[in-house]
């Protein structure tokens, strides 16, 4: 199947200051990605989808200034978590539609910790 | 999309069939059936999908019943690395159209 890789796996940041998380399509072009997080023992729940070269769309309840999401380009989508908190942390996953095609891949997931 | 009803968990032997049930009796004529595979700690792992007709590949067979109102996944021989929490997903096949997981079925395979 089509690759989907995110980037970091993990990382660690001090709440307030700011992260990225980068998702890359390796072998596809990607014209919407979405973005999931997951907390522990839960399922995954949608945060945003991501079309590229236009605003993403967020789900009820997800601030858009918070969780900053840029497509730029078809084999990059990339997740900002802004001034960061405790409670922001989780494992954030994303996934990409494979062009023309209906099905939908999904990247390692990066785990977020907050101190 | 409509809601799946997964069991929350099953056992299963390993190098037996795993056979995981999924109800969707509200699915509608163009709703295809996924599923996806969770493994501890990593990101969804595409297993299979089908409209109607059963399919099968390298990973697992999809039987869906003829009124398209449940269906199930079948993991010919588990092995340990199978042990995971499988979804059954219904989704309309268009380009913006996310999927939405429910609670899954974490199926535990063992020696």
């Known amino acids: 199947g089509a690759v989907v890789s995110q980037h970091p796996s993990w990382v660690i940041c001090k709440s307030g200051t700011s992260v990225k998380i980068e998702c890359r399509s390796l072998d596809f072009q990607a014209t919407t990605m979405f973005w999931y997080r997951q907390f522990p023992k839960q399922s995954l729940m949608l945060m945003a989808t991501?079309?590229?070269?236009?605003?993403?769309?967020?789900e009820q309840g997800v601030e858009k200034d918070k969780f900053l999401i840029n497509h730029a380009s078809l084999t990059l989508s990339t997740l900002t978590v802004t001034s960061a908190h405790p409670e922001d942390s989780s494992f954030y996953i994303c996934?990409?539609?494979?062009?023309?095609?209906?099905?939908?891949?999904f990247g390692e997931g990066s785990w977020l910790t907050v101190v | 999309d409509a809601k799946t009803t997964q069991p929350p968990s099953m056992d299963c032997a390993e190098g037996r069939a795993a056979n995981l049930p999924c109800n969707h009796s509200?699915?509608?004529?163009?709703?295809?059936v996924y599923w996806y595979r969770q493994i501890h700690s990593q990101g969804p792992q595409y297993i299979i999908h089908?409209?109607?007709n059963n399919e099968t590949n390298e990973m697992a067979s999809l039987i869906i019943t003829e009124d398209r109102k449940s269906s199930t996944l079948i993991l010919p021989h588990a092995t340990l690395r199978d042990t995971a929490v499988y979804y059954c997903i219904v989704r309309v096949n268009n380009a913006g159209n996310m999927l939405t997981f429910g609670g899954g079925t974490r199926l535990m395979v063992k020696p």
């Open positions: 996934s990409a539609r494979q062009g023309s095609g209906n099905t939908i891949y």
């Open positions: 991501s079309n590229e070269g236009s605003k993403a769309t967020y």
């Open positions: 509200t699915i509608s004529g163009n709703e295809y």
């Open positions: 089908g409209l109607k």
